[in-house]
């Protein structure tokens, strides 16, 4: 049997250690969407030997004997990364190095993958693995422009967002080829629509020649002529956003005609035509949040054979709307448990589909010790950054143009300039005196490994107490005080 390293995954060299970064933007069972870990670069060697080329009993032979280690400890080793349906943990000098599911797999024929050499992650020194920031951004979105098609009541964008002076597009180019040239791995493009912008089109197309895969998330219904210019230049996947079926609901909720499920219905057919895959994100809402309406939807999208995954998140407090607008429109607790039940209903029979749901902002998790301690990774001025329309360069899609978080400006400056600056450097770090003074943080044991290692996550602190108080501590800490705005689904 002859196995590689699963091409849904990345080896990227980053100075004395190596990125493990996933790639694929659709869910096939068979991989992680989302995966970004660090690892040793002897553990890149090691695997850098799974090129296609050797049967397992010759690669593990050749393995043992780049390392001067035993075939049968070798032999031992290796088989918990075959075919893994759970990811796998190995600890390194207190470190916990993670590699994801199915991270070897079998060889099959006219698969495309990427061989490695292990000469390709030689390194001198020593090796860290404990600092978390990148030595280049390993991910950068764009925001295109905050124009959109719809007028969502469950928005969480500013929406009053100034932009006198919009990138153009030249310069817009010019930062796609030195990402691409610095060795930024994703180059992403966001909103608003993308599709409004009047340079769309050639941009898309440079970051395809640049070698990204530029994720395009519309509410637009496209036509034939826009569909055809994206299969033209080399789209493949396509994020819809459908919540609702029901006329009244896109009317009251999305604030469009009342067409506006035919035409979205005719750019299925056309999608489908064309062989796009569609990936569809379904927003929960109060306005959404019965079961019957649901099932109506999936049925409709199942018949669709180019739709490969239907996601479903619930809509959040937005920090730039006011708080009775959350109450307005924001689900309960009783309907999306009653939710994950049916989603798991809608697998076993719709097993071509990918379904997935992550909900978010849940009161169970507020103020709980162990919801802090399981809290998603914050890749903001770790591994990622966010160009805004003007150029101005913010560490996350959802603070915007927060002085606090600007760290530089990509009209004027390069992206390594802007990475290494002393503000983003300044923000990772986070001096408790400078930024923590006279608050619970200052004074908390766990300041560093809490705000300095894991991070937490900025927008649900402001959500949670105001802009004046973005240095708070997250509302999910044991030790926080009560939320001044209630941003809790109940």
């Not at 499920?261 to 994100?281: D, P």
């Amino acid at each position: 049997m002859i196995y590689i390293v699963n091409p849904s995954y990345r080896f990227l060299k980053d100075k004395n250690r190596v990125i493990l970064h996933s790639v694929d933007r659709i869910n096939d069972n068979h991989s992680e969407i989302s995966f970004w870990g660090i690892i040793h670069p002897l553990h890149a060697q090691m695997f850098s030997f799974f090129n296609g080329e050797n049967n397992l009993e010759n690669v593990l032979f050749e393995i043992s004997k780049h390392f001067n280690l035993s075939y049968d400890y070798i032999k031992a080793l290796i088989p918990q990364f075959i075919n893994n349906t759970q990811r796998v943990n190995i600890t390194y000098k207190e470190r916990t190095i993670t590699f994801p599911r199915f991270f070897l797999i079998e060889k099959k024929q006219n698969i495309e993958y990427i061989k490695y050499n292990a000469s390709d992650f030689n390194f001198s020194g020593n090796v860290d693995l404990f600092e978390m920031r990148l030595s280049v951004p390993h991910s950068i979105m764009l925001i295109l422009t905050m124009n959109c098609y719809t007028n969502c009541q469950y928005c969480y964008a500013k929406k009053n967002l100034k932009t006198t002076n919009a990138l153009t597009t030249k310069r817009i180019i010019d930062l796609i080829h030195e990402a691409s040239e610095i060795g930024v791995s994703n180059f992403d493009l966001n909103g608003g629509e993308i599709i409004l912008h009047k340079d769309c089109y050639e941009i898309i197309s440079e970051m395809i020649s640049c070698g990204y895969d530029p994720y395009i998330s519309t509410k637009v219904p496209l036509n034939k002529s826009q569909i055809d210019h994206l299969v033209e230049i080399g789209i493949k996947n396509i994020q819809i956003s459908i919540d609702s079926l029901e006329t009244n609901y896109v009317k009251d909720i999305l604030h469009v005609n009342s067409n506006y499920i035919q035409l979205i219905t005719e750019m299925l057919y056309l999608l489908e035509s064309k062989k796009i895959n569609v990936i569809v994100n379904t927003i929960i809402n109060k306005n959404n949040s019965d079961i019957n309406q649901i099932n109506r939807l999936v049925v409709f999208l199942s018949k669709y054979k180019n739709i490969v995954e239907i996601n479903f998140t619930n809509a959040t407090y937005s920090i730039y709307r006011p708080a009775e607008n959350f109450e307005r429109i924001k689900t309960s607790m009783s309907f999306l448990n009653l939710l994950s039940t049916r989603i798991e209903e809608f697998k076993n029979k719709y097993p071509r589909i990918h379904f997935y749901y992550s909900f978010s902002n849940l009161y169970n998790e507020f103020r709980n010790s162990s919801a802090f301690k399981k809290r998603g990774f914050c890749s903001g001025n770790l591994n990622s950054l966010v160009i805004l329309p003007d150029g101005k360069v913010t560490i996350c899609e959802e603070l915007y143009d927060n002085p606090n978080f600007i760290i530089g400006d990509a009209s004027t400056e390069s992206i390594t300039d802007i990475w290494n600056s002393k503000k983003a450097n300044d923000l990772h770090t986070l001096n408790c005196t400078d930024y923590f003074k006279d608050t619970i943080c200052e004074r908390c044991e766990d300041y560093a490994i809490c705000r300095q290692l894991h991070k937490v996550c900025w927008r649900e602190v402001i959500a949670a107490y105001g802009e004046d108080k973005w240095n708070y501590p997250s509302p999910l800490c044991p030790k926080s005080p009560m939320p001044i705005n209630d941003i809790y689904i109940k």
